[in-house]
């Protein structure tokens, strides 16, 4: 397989890239530093396998670009529909709109459970202090940076986190993901909106995953999103979501109990270290409802 992002000749005439974007049965390749655009092999519907943005495909220029395989994904994502991603760059506005901790942790969890990094930029610091959002997510284990998109220092900062990564862009619709790409990338011209005052939330932008060349590596601007139950696209089962808690590894050996579910066992020392604040209580409540989720789901609900 072709790791790098240039094109590779496989035999006289196919070449692997990289899908940038997909629109209907349309798909654009990116290969060798030029954009190619191809249609999929009728024989990838009658598999149930559809390429997705970040697939690594072989194609041909015949018959005006054919991609004929889809080589393996490292990873898939659902939603926004992707594979093959290093990590995911969490956007999060300090205010308007207001962060909401349970998506935020259900997407974090499902990015754990996939082995993709997360990392969190945190936007609209003007609008209210994140002292409480950072210091959450921090303690959690995971890199968080403030982010002002009119701040070129900030912006700057957040450069060698990005370079010859694949990354995906993802928040609630209005953080500010357009916005902080355009700012990282002039010739972008994505467009932005503001947040509704009526609805009290942003206003979609983005309609589909689209991935840029970016600082050596690739980076998406998705949809936004207002409310959604991540954890429909991405079953995970009740006895792997401790696991998908970075913050949780020091404790959950120690539990009396081996088979500790970290919820009303006696002597639980992820619940103690809950109780003595080295586990933020948010992220604990959003572990004890995905549990519960957890717990209802039944195999045939599985999409």
Not at 57 to 62: C, G, I, K, L, N
Request: glycine letters at 8%; charged letters at 25%; aromatic letters at 8%.
């Amino acid at each position: 397989m072709c790791l790098s992002l240039e094109a590779c000749q496989e035999g006289n005439d196919t070449e692997t890239g990289i899908i940038c974007k997909a629109v209907g049965g349309a798909f654009t390749v990116y290969a060798g530093g030029e954009y190619i655009r191809c249609a999929a092999r009728g024989v990838f519907r009658n598999r149930s396998t559809c390429p997705v943005v970040g697939d690594r495909v072989e194609f041909t220029r015949a018959d005006g670009g054919v991609i004929t395989r889809i080589l393996p994904r490292r990873n898939l994502l659902i939603r926004p529909h992707m594979a093959n991603l290093d990590q995911i760059l969490f956007v999060v506005a300090a205010a308007d709109p207001v962060p909401n901790y349970y998506i935020l942790d259900q997407l974090l969890v499902v990015a754990e459970y996939l082995s993709i990094r997360p990392l969190l930029a945190v936007t609209k610091t003007d609008l209210a202090a994140a002292d409480e959002l950072t210091a959450v997510y921090r303690t959690a284990g995971y890199p968080v940076l403030t982010v002002d998109p009119r701040d070129p220092a900030a912006v700057e900062a957040l450069r060698p986190y990005l370079t010859g990564k694949i990354t995906a862009f993802t928040g609630n619709t209005g953080v500010g993901k357009s916005t902080l790409l355009n700012r990282l990338d002039q010739k972008l011209e994505l467009p932005t909106g503001d947040t509704s005052k009526k609805l009290g939330r942003g206003r979609h932008t983005t309609r589909s995953v689209e991935l840029f060349p970016l600082e050596g590596g690739l980076a998406a601007d998705t949809p936004g999103f207002s409310s959604v139950d991540f954890l429909s696209y991405q079953h995970i089962a009740k006895e792997e979501l401790a696991g998908c808690f970075p913050e949780f590894a020091p404790y959950v050996d120690h539990c009396r109990f081996p088979d500790c579910s970290h919820r009303q066992e006696p002597d639980c020392t992820v619940q103690g270290a809950v109780a003595a604040g080295k586990i933020p209580a948010s992220r604990y409540r959003s572990y004890l409802e995905m549990y519960r989720q957890a717990e209802q789901y039944k195999a045939w609900e599985d999409k």
